[in-house]
């Protein structure tokens, strides 16, 4: 075989490599990506016309409701959002709701959401059946985690100076009494 037989056969091996190469980093790299966002559950509650009360009046508990659009990516940033903050952060303190507002328009239009050709995401906050607030538009993580504990802060009871327990059989020591002072006399100077 001549030399440039040899050449030309392993120029088509090299590409040949290298295009399997290239097609096996895409599988790798960019297959998981995908599989993830199939992945990605919600474990947010979902919210209806029939246990919106329910829902948002659970007691002891900020509800963040994220009212969805189907194939909108704010709504999906949102959703990842909530996820991992909830995981991350809050636990039992926040309880996450989702409302798909196309099937449930009544819900919508009661948050205010009329157009949807401008829908930019939304949260709806809610404790104790009151409605403390919204964000609307913002998908920023670090604007909704404020936004969450501003409203957690709210939430939390103020205690008075005896908030220790009653317990049985003790007494508190109540202290000294504060003595009383009383300003000095001021002199009296004659002046001649």
Same mark, same amino acid.
Do not use: C
């Given at each position: 075989?001549?030399?440039?037989?040899?050449?030309?056969?392993?120029?088509?091996?090299?590409?040949?490599? &290298?295009?399997?190469?290239?097609?096996? /980093? #895409?599988?790798?790299?960019?297959?998981? *990506?995908?599989? %993830?966002?199939?992945?990605?559950?919600?474990?947010?509650?979902?919210?209806?016309?029939?246990?919106?009360?329910?829902?948002q009046?659970?007691?002891?508990v900020?509800?963040?409701?994220?009212?969805?659009?189907?194939?909108?990516?704010?709504?999906?940033?949102?959703q990842?959002?909530?996820?991992?903050?909830?995981?991350?952060?809050?636990?039992?303190?926040?309880?996450?709701?989702?409302v798909?507002?196309?099937?449930?328009?009544?819900?919508?239009?009661?948050?205010? &959401?009329?157009?949807?050709?401008?829908? /930019? #995401?939304?949260?709806?906050?809610?404790? *104790?059946g009151? %409605?403390l607030?919204?964000?609307?538009?913002?998908?920023?993580?670090?604007?909704?985690?404020?936004?969450?504990?501003?409203?957690?802060?709210?939430?939390?009871?103020?205690?008075?100076?005896?908030?220790?327990?009653?317990?049985?059989?003790?007494?508190?020591?109540?202290?000294?009494?504060?003595?009383?002072?009383?300003?000095?006399?001021?002199?009296?100077?004659?002046?001649?």
């Amino acid at each position: 075989m001549p030399p440039e037989q040899k050449a030309a056969w392993i120029r088509r091996i090299f590409v040949l490599v &290298l295009l399997g190469t290239a097609a096996a /980093a #895409g599988y790798f790299f960019v297959m998981p *990506e995908n599989l %993830k966002e199939a992945m990605v559950k919600s474990t947010a509650v979902q919210v209806t016309k029939e246990n919106i009360k329910e829902v948002q009046g659970k007691p002891g508990v900020l509800t963040v409701t994220n009212m969805r659009l189907d194939g909108n990516p704010n709504s999906k940033a949102l959703q990842e959002i909530l996820e991992k903050l909830k995981q991350e952060k809050y636990g039992e303190k926040v309880q996450m709701a989702e409302v798909d507002i196309k099937k449930e328009p009544e819900i919508a239009a009661a948050a205010g &959401l009329v157009d949807l050709e401008q829908f /930019a #995401g939304h949260l709806d906050f809610h404790a *104790e059946g009151k %409605k403390l607030g919204d964000l609307a538009g913002q998908t920023d993580p670090k604007i909704v985690e404020a936004t969450i504990d501003r409203y957690l802060a709210g939430l939390l009871q103020r205690i008075d100076k005896n908030w220790l327990p009653d317990v049985p059989g003790m007494q508190r020591n109540r202290g000294q009494p504060v003595l009383e002072v009383k300003p000095a006399k001021k002199p009296v100077t004659t002046t001649p």
